[in-house]
């Protein structure tokens, strides 16, 4: 096996002998081969519009649903994978039949070919700069797909955005395409990571409501519970459905603690809190909980025995030998395995305590807005200091919460992501009644900061978006991630530092063109970059 793709890819080159995230070598491989199956039917559907074809529209559910179960912690169950690269290959030759003449050449389907491993290995592409542009794009687009899968389950689809995340994976398999062809495909993906992000924040405020400032419990009460974690709202919205009046409650993990501050959530009185900290800590926050757990996304990490039987998957997640529960054809999941196990097991034991904020998506803060521009105009607040992306398991990682408490007082935090557990929980106060960490929610919601940075821009006239008082400090971990990044590069975002190290699968030469035309930089010391960010003001 051969993957590079996030944060701790081993040794910072890539896992060769086993996934440092648990993923194995035979996982690894099938994983490879579900993509390669998703660029060979996107190379057809792409054919097929090139051809004015219609191409059915459950090609693009197909498509964004493999992305997703092969980025970084989603799935790792090899027989649904399989399936899945098999269903995709199948629908690839049926289609492939309606080019007649100009039908291509594709996979035939069998697993055990020499020729598929090598083809589908990252490592196919020699020039080590060619590939590592190419897995930027690629991972940029399983971002992409990620959030355009949220969206259609939500009923939220764009055929403009479809077409093209299937006509830049086909781009990815024509070895003659150059790096600056791919550099440009890349700020190409990443202004449509920006209208996914969009997409889905309509999808999910038209569906559950504008996000409100709210006050998230950490404490918990006497009853079973069940855990949620991933990024699904749907997935949350029919697990309280059903579990309303059971007498069985009901936690967010991680990235679901945002779902709190939607409207339509809070008439549940049996959504009690949030339940500890990032995706990397579950392993004893599953011990402690002691209830099932419903894993709707990412990040999974693989299971210990002693409760890998009350965790169960959905969607795009997987993990063999756990149950999955499928949506039925109009997209209902029976829960009720979960309540009834829910119901046999002791409540969580407490293990914090007190509440965290969430809720400070673009609405809210921008009926704040008044307040925001008066505080800059004021100077009361200097800087706005996005800290946005993805929480790891990495020691490095340490660095973010010392950076956050370390930040001047008047400065403000804007996080999405789980990268908010290193700081959310510190009580680094309020300036002039606005609190010091504005969390917009999930990775996704990272449209968010874009769009009140947008509206900043506009209110002080500003020309360019690096005029305004935003400094950009991102931590990364897996593709959706890299959507985000691309998204902030698309707009013309500069200096962006991005850690706790340089993605592996960007190459020195690679690396220099992004240095050189974003500006973008790595982090160092809490103590260097403090002067670095904050000497010329
Ligand atoms: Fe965090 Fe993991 Fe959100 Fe990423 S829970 S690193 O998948 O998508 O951010
Ligand atoms: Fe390694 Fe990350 Fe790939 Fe897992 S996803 S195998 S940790 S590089």
Same mark, same amino acid.
């Given at each position: 096996?051969?993957?590079?793709?996030?944060?701790?890819?081993?040794?910072?080159?890539?896992?060769?002998?086993?996934?440092?995230?648990?993923?194995?070598?035979?996982?690894?491989?099938?994983?490879?081969?579900?993509?390669?199956?998703?660029?060979?039917?996107?190379?057809?559907?792409?054919?097929?519009?090139?051809?004015?074809?219609?191409?059915?529209?459950?090609?693009?559910?197909?498509?964004?649903?493999?992305?997703?179960?092969?980025?970084? +912690?989603?799935?790792?169950?090899?027989?649904?994978?399989?399936?899945?690269?098999?269903?995709?290959?199948?629908?690839?030759?049926?289609?492939?039949?309606?080019?007649?003449?100009?039908?291509?050449?594709?996979?035939?389907?069998?697993?055990?070919?020499?020729?598929?491993?090598?083809?589908?290995?990252?490592?196919?592409?020699? +020039?080590?700069?060619?590939?590592?542009?190419?897995?930027?794009?690629?991972?940029?687009?399983?971002?992409?797909?990620?959030?355009?899968?949220?969206?259609?389950?939500?009923?939220?689809?764009?055929?403009?955005?479809?077409?093209?995340?299937?006509?830049?994976?086909?781009?990815?398999?024509?070895?003659?395409?150059?790096?600056?062809?791919?550099? $440009?495909? $890349?700020?190409?993906?990443?202004?449509?990571?920006?209208?996914?992000?969009?997409?889905?924040?309509?999808?999910?405020?038209?569906?559950?409501?504008?996000?409100?400032?709210?006050?998230?419990?950490?404490?918990?009460?006497?009853?079973?519970?069940?855990?949620?974690?991933?990024?699904?709202?749907?997935?949350?919205?029919?697990?309280?459905?059903?579990?309303?009046?059971?007498?069985?409650?009901?936690?967010?993990?991680?990235?679901?603690?945002?779902?709190?501050?939607?409207?339509?959530?809070?008439?549940?009185?049996?959504?009690?809190?949030?339940?500890?900290?990032?995706?990397?800590?579950?392993?004893?926050?599953?011990?402690?909980?002691?209830?099932?757990?419903?894993?709707?996304?990412?990040?999974?990490?693989?299971?210990?025995?002693?409760?890998?039987?009350?965790?169960?998957?959905?969607?795009?997640?997987?993990?063999?030998?756990?149950?999955?529960?499928?949506?039925?054809?109009?997209?209902?999941?029976?829960?009720?395995?979960?309540?009834?196990?829910?119901?046999?097991?002791?409540?969580?034991?407490?293990?914090?305590?007190?509440?965290?904020?969430?809720?400070?998506?673009?609405?809210?803060?921008?009926?704040?807005?008044?307040?925001?521009?008066?505080?800059?105009?004021?100077?009361?607040?200097?800087?706005?200091?996005?800290?946005?992306?993805?929480?790891?398991?990495?020691?490095?990682?340490?660095?973010?919460?010392?950076?956050?408490?370390?930040?001047?007082?008047?400065?403000?935090?804007?996080?999405?992501?789980?990268?908010?557990?290193?700081?959310?929980?510190?009580?680094?106060?309020?300036?002039?009644?606005?609190?010091?960490?504005?969390?917009?929610?999930?990775?996704?919601?990272?449209?968010?900061?874009?769009?009140? $940075?947008?509206?900043?821009?506009?209110?002080?006239?500003?020309?360019?978006?690096?005029?305004?008082?935003?400094?950009? +400090?991102?931590?990364?971990?897996?593709?959706?991630?890299?959507?985000?990044?691309?998204?902030?590069?698309?707009?013309?975002?500069?200096?962006?530092?991005?850690?706790?190290?340089?993605?592996?699968?960007?190459?020195?030469?690679?690396?220099?063109?992004?240095?050189?035309?974003?500006?973008?930089?790595?982090?160092?010391?809490?103590?260097?970059?403090?002067?670095?960010?904050?000497? +010329?003001?």
């Amino acid at each position: 096996m051969f993957c590079y793709q996030c944060q701790e890819a081993a040794k910072g080159v890539g896992c060769t002998i086993a996934g440092v995230c648990g993923k194995t070598p035979e996982v690894a491989h099938i994983q490879d081969v579900l993509l390669y199956a998703a660029r060979e039917l996107s190379c057809v559907t792409t054919a097929l519009r090139s051809a004015h074809i219609a191409v059915p529209s459950q090609v693009d559910e197909l498509v964004t649903s493999a992305l997703f179960a092969t980025i970084t +912690n989603a799935n790792f169950d090899k027989t649904a994978l399989t399936q899945c690269a098999t269903h995709l290959i199948e629908v690839a030759h049926t289609l492939n039949s309606q080019l007649g003449e100009s039908a291509l050449t594709l996979w035939d389907g069998n697993f055990e070919s020499d020729e598929l491993a090598r083809l589908a290995h990252v490592e196919a592409v020699e +020039n080590p700069d060619v590939r590592s542009v190419r897995e930027l794009v690629t991972y940029g687009l399983k971002g992409l797909g990620a959030y355009a899968h949220h969206a259609r389950v939500l009923g939220f689809s764009d055929a403009a955005i479809d077409t093209f995340l299937q006509q830049a994976l086909a781009a990815t398999s024509d070895i003659t395409l150059t790096i600056d062809q791919l550099l $440009a495909l $890349a700020m190409e993906v990443g202004s449509f990571g920006v209208k996914v992000m969009a997409l889905l924040d309509t999808a999910n405020t038209t569906r559950f409501g504008n996000p409100q400032a709210t006050e998230v419990s950490l404490e918990v009460r006497s009853n079973p519970a069940i855990l949620i974690s991933g990024h699904d709202l749907s997935d949350l919205e029919q697990l309280l459905e059903q579990t309303q009046g059971t007498g069985v409650d009901v936690y967010t993990h991680c990235e679901m603690l945002p779902a709190h501050a939607y409207p339509a959530f809070k008439k549940y009185d049996n959504l009690v809190g949030n339940y500890g900290g990032a995706w990397w800590n579950q392993r004893s926050d599953i011990e402690q909980f002691h209830g099932p757990v419903l894993f709707t996304t990412n990040c999974i990490v693989p299971p210990r025995e002693s409760y890998k039987a009350r965790i169960f998957t959905t969607g795009c997640a997987g993990f063999e030998g756990c149950t999955h529960i499928e949506a039925d054809e109009h997209g209902h999941k029976d829960f009720s395995q979960l309540i009834a196990m829910a119901r046999l097991c002791s409540a969580p034991e407490p293990i914090e305590s007190g509440s965290v904020m969430c809720g400070f998506a673009h609405n809210q803060v921008l009926s704040l807005a008044d307040t925001v521009v008066d505080a800059i105009k004021s100077g009361a607040v200097r800087q706005f200091v996005v800290m946005a992306g993805c929480d790891g398991r990495s020691k490095q990682r340490s660095y973010y919460e010392d950076f956050a408490k370390a930040l001047p007082q008047d400065t403000i935090i804007l996080t999405a992501g789980c990268a908010k557990y290193r700081y959310n929980k510190l009580n680094l106060g309020t300036i002039g009644g606005i609190p010091r960490v504005l969390d917009a929610g999930q990775c996704n919601d990272c449209y968010s900061l874009v769009a009140v $940075a947008l509206k900043l821009q506009e209110v002080f006239g500003l020309s360019d978006i690096n005029d305004l008082p935003i400094i950009y +400090n991102i931590a990364w971990y897996e593709q959706k991630a890299v959507i985000v990044l691309l998204a902030l590069l698309s707009l013309g975002v500069k200096n962006i530092h991005l850690g706790p190290t340089l993605p592996a699968f960007i190459s020195p030469a690679v690396a220099d063109v992004l240095v050189k035309n974003f500006g973008i930089a790595s982090i160092s010391s809490v103590e260097h970059d403090m002067k670095e960010f904050f000497c +010329n003001d």
